[in-house]
């Protein structure tokens, strides 16, 4: 059967208006020592992509599927063929999944086993006969009531336990399918209040979980990376993973540094109050930055809206991150992003991935050609430049004292400093993309 009745999306050019083309992502085409492909490693998220029936807190689903009145694991079955059609003939390479997912859940942990099997075989089968491969994986351990209390910081051990096992299954299933990276999304690792809480107990128990899970995956030979997925909030008050600080922060105190690094979500970042540059360049800084869920929020709602990246402003800083850091190997961009409810047609699934990897594509040429240029490195290296010479020089290499500066500020009259002239900045980033989307 076939699911998407359209030709395989090929690059058109900016000037097309062919809504099934790319007018910026041209797969081939080097930007740098590298291929677009190379740079972006875009991937497609299973849930929002082939699970999501588009419903909201306040209305029933409406997204239109010819998977939706099978049952459930023909469902499954549907799913595995119409994804591995997507990527097909979107040029996508890569794929992402939590085991709910793919496969529905039994009435015993067993029996949801015994269906994962089912599935990761038959993915498994379509990926050699393909080379499409998994980005990551993930177990959901948030979604089933079960987890009302949280899973690796529950109240209680049984569902500690509960936990663990599913994050071995998906950890069996990462190795059986070649995954690249391993993803902890703690989506109820938090707490509603403190006044019922043991946080030091529960912050003890995650990282007692993770060292648990390194160990088995050590066992048995997965050597992908583990990525921890910080949120602040929604759908516990506080989340323990709130932002990539407070997570590095957790990290370092566990002695668990080494092991993992940071998958960096852009409508998550808005969400802790920052912005996606500052969470890509915390982790940067630190050698943190894994991997990318690559969406956006709605700047008029504060919650996780998911919503498909369009922003170039925003792709271009973020891919001038990505590119500072070396790029983002072996993560990617996965597309953690789900059409409006109300773009329901089973097509409108194609036209916003194009939406996003153009985006994406056309940030790269940006953050690309303006670090060619020193843009950003010269008006920084400029802001700093007392610091590189004089007593400057010997602040940041450690060879001054209190009494030596204070005898400098003695002897000091008016400080000469300059503008920032941030809006000149502002203007200039305009300027090169709107040089860049003209060039084409």
């Known amino acids: 059967m076939t699911y998407f009745n359209i030709d395989k999306v090929s690059y058109e050019g900016p000037t097309s208006t062919n809504p099934f083309s790319f007018k910026y992502y041209n797969a081939d085409e080097k930007i740098g020592d590298k291929t677009m492909k190379e740079h972006l490693r875009f991937?497609?998220?299973?849930?929002?992509?082939?699970?999501?029936?588009?419903?909201d807190p306040f209305g029933v689903g409406t997204a239109?599927?010819?998977?939706?009145?099978?049952?459930?694991?023909?469902?499954?079955?549907?799913?595995?063929?119409?994804?591995?059609?997507?990527?097909?003939?979107?040029?996508?390479?890569?794929?992402?999944?939590?085991?709910?997912?793919?496969?529905?859940?039994?009435k015993t942990l067993a029996e949801t086993n015994a269906n994962l099997d089912i599935i990761t075989d038959l993915i498994k089968e379509k990926m050699d006969a393909t080379g499409k491969k998994l980005l990551w994986n993930t177990a959901n351990n948030f979604t089933h009531e079960r987890f009302v209390h949280g899973a690796a910081t529950s109240s209680h051990a049984d569902v500690f336990a509960y936990t663990a096992a599913k994050v071995k299954k998906s950890l069996e299933i990462a190795k059986?399918?070649?995954?690249?990276?391993?993803?902890?999304?703690?989506?109820?690792?938090?707490?509603?209040?403190?006044?019922n809480t043991d946080m030091k107990l529960e912050l003890d128990n995650l990282a007692r979980f993770f060292k648990m899970a390194k160990a088995y995956a050590d066992e048995i030979g997965f050597t992908g990376q583990f990525l921890i997925e910080p949120k602040p909030k929604e759908p516990t008050s506080h989340q323990y993973d709130t932002d990539v600080a407070t997570a590095h922060a957790f990290l370092q105190?566990?002695?668990?540094?080494?092991?993992?690094?940071?998958?960096?979500?852009?409508?998550h970042a808005t969400l802790a109050g920052h912005t996606f540059q500052h969470e890509l360049r915390y982790a940067r800084?630190?050698?943190?930055?894994?991997?990318?869920?690559?969406?956006?929020?709605?700047?008029?709602?504060g919650w996780d809206t998911d919503e498909f990246p369009s922003d170039v402003y925003e792709t271009t800083l973020a891919m001038y991150?990505?590119?500072?850091?070396?790029?983002?190997?072996?993560?990617?961009?996965?597309?953690?992003?789900?059409?409006r409810r109300t773009s329901f047609a089973q097509e409108d699934l194609v036209l916003t991935h194009i939406v996003g990897m153009d985006a994406f594509a056309l940030g790269l040429r940006v953050a690309h050609k303006?670090?060619?240029?020193?843009?950003?490195?010269?008006?920084?290296?400029?802001?700093?430049?007392?610091?590189?010479?004089?007593?400057?020089?010997?602040?940041?290499?450690?060879?001054?004292?209190?009494?030596e500066l204070e005898a400098h500020a003695l002897e000091l009259g008016d400080i000469d400093l300059e503008s920032d002239r941030l809006e000149v900045i502002k203007s200039r980033i305009n300027q090169y993309i709107l040089t860049i989307n003209n060039e084409g």
């Open 43 to 55: 991937s497609v998220a299973y849930w929002h992509t082939f699970t999501a029936d588009l419903s």
């Open 64 to 106: 239109q599927r010819d998977w939706d009145d099978l049952d459930e694991m023909d469902k499954a079955k549907a799913r595995v063929e119409a994804i591995f059609e997507f990527m097909d003939k979107t040029g996508i390479e890569y794929f992402c999944f939590h085991d709910v997912d793919i496969a529905p859940e039994g």
């Open 176 to 195: 059986k399918l070649d995954a690249e990276n391993f993803v902890f999304w703690g989506g109820r690792e938090g707490y509603e209040s403190l006044l």
């Open 253 to 267: 105190k566990y002695g668990l540094e080494d092991v993992f690094k940071f998958n960096i979500e852009a409508n």
């Open 285 to 301: 800084d630190n050698d943190m930055l894994g991997s990318v869920d690559a969406n956006q929020g709605h700047p008029l709602l």
């Open 321 to 339: 991150e990505i590119l500072k850091n070396g790029g983002l190997t072996p993560g990617g961009l996965n597309f953690d992003a789900k059409p």
């Open 370 to 403: 303006m670090i060619e240029d020193r843009f950003f490195e010269d008006i920084v290296d400029n802001k700093y430049a007392s610091y590189k010479e004089g007593l400057g020089a010997k602040i940041v290499n450690d060879t001054t004292s209190f009494a």
